[in-house]
């Protein structure tokens, strides 16, 4: 099945980096400074199509499906879920960016893309020129701060992370529907109004295959148990993320709630980064597709501040 061109004029790209392939769009000034933008849960890389082409007029810009998502390669599971960890999606990145010629690289990431991208702060910040992270809090934050209002609106993080078959089975009865009511539910609007057609085209193709929904239920078993002991190892040791890092929270996404309405998640993050800005944009959880203009009004200048 063809699906529609969301990029057009960017080189499409299927790259080997290692245990998996990753599929990419590519566009901008060949030789311009280089960002990645990868995407979040239940998504691909077509939710960057109403920002890629902006940024594109003076970045060279990679927008990628991440391992087991869209059309990137779905890896062979492992213990402990190791094969969907943020090092793991990390290190991918980081393979992917230099074989398409960029050693260094700045980083934007929403949803479970933002956390790969606090990972990598973490793990290989000399590959970095900043961070821009979108609508999250830490991971072991979110987990901690599991109370009952909040575990209600974010339910999806204890049933995709229980014991296979189980969230696997029943999303497979209807793929479709849980994808659809998962987008409209964290948007303001609590419908599908803010997605373009062809995105939805996309998210659908992907979400049809149970090799991709098994891949995404494994994203979020890691998130429940190595990706918080990799970030409480660092959270133990003193570790702080030292990339110049933005965070963008909707003024009614799912950070949010996270016990920290006064100023917003920047609070939280403060423990984590040595150098932190940012600030909310109207709308839900999906930004970039609810409210491109002003995400891209806050990241925009970021990024021409941090562009190597």
């Not at 992917?96 to 260094?104: C, P, Q, V």
Request: aromatic share 8%; with cysteine.
């Amino acid at each position: 099945m063809s699906l529609p061109d969301l990029y057009p004029g960017f080189e499409t790209v299927t790259v080997d980096v290692g245990e998996v392939t990753l599929f990419a769009r590519v566009g901008g000034p060949v030789g311009a400074p280089a960002v990645v933008l990868v995407h979040g849960y239940p998504q691909s890389h077509a939710m960057w199509h109403r920002i890629a082409p902006k940024l594109a007029e003076t970045l060279r810009v990679v927008v990628v499906d991440l391992r087991g998502y869209g059309q990137s390669s779905v890896p062979a599971p492992e213990e402990r879920h190791a094969q969907m960890s943020k090092r793991r999606m990390g290190a991918d990145i980081v393979a992917l960016m230099a074989k398409l010629g960029a050693e260094r690289f700045a980083f934007v990431g929403h949803d479970r893309g933002a956390r790969v991208g606090y990972r990598l702060g973490f793990d290989q910040p000399e590959r970095l020129t900043g961070l821009v992270l979108i609508d999250i809090v830490p991971t072991p934050v979110m987990w901690e701060r599991m109370d009952a209002t909040f575990s209600r609106k974010v339910y999806h993080w204890s049933f995709l992370a229980q014991a296979a078959p189980v969230p696997e089975t029943l999303i497979a009865k209807a793929p479709i529907e849980h994808l659809f009511q998962t987008l409209a539910g964290w948007t303001v609007d609590k419908d599908l109004s803010a997605f373009d057609p062809g995105a939805l085209a996309h998210y659908r193709a992907y979400f049809r295959d149970p090799a991709r929904i098994a891949a995404c239920c494994e994203d979020y078993r890691a998130g429940a148990t190595i990706d918080v002991e990799h970030d409480e190892a660092d959270r133990r040791a003193g570790r702080r993320i030292t990339v110049p890092t933005q965070i963008i929270w909707g003024s009614v996404g799912l950070p949010a709630d996270a016990k920290a309405r006064e100023s917003g998640p920047l609070v939280v993050w403060r423990d984590w980064c040595e150098t932190l800005e940012g600030g909310p944009v109207e709308g839900g959880h999906f930004l970039a597709e609810e409210n491109p203009q002003a995400t891209l009004a806050l990241m925009q200048p970021f990024l021409a501040r941090v562009a190597d």
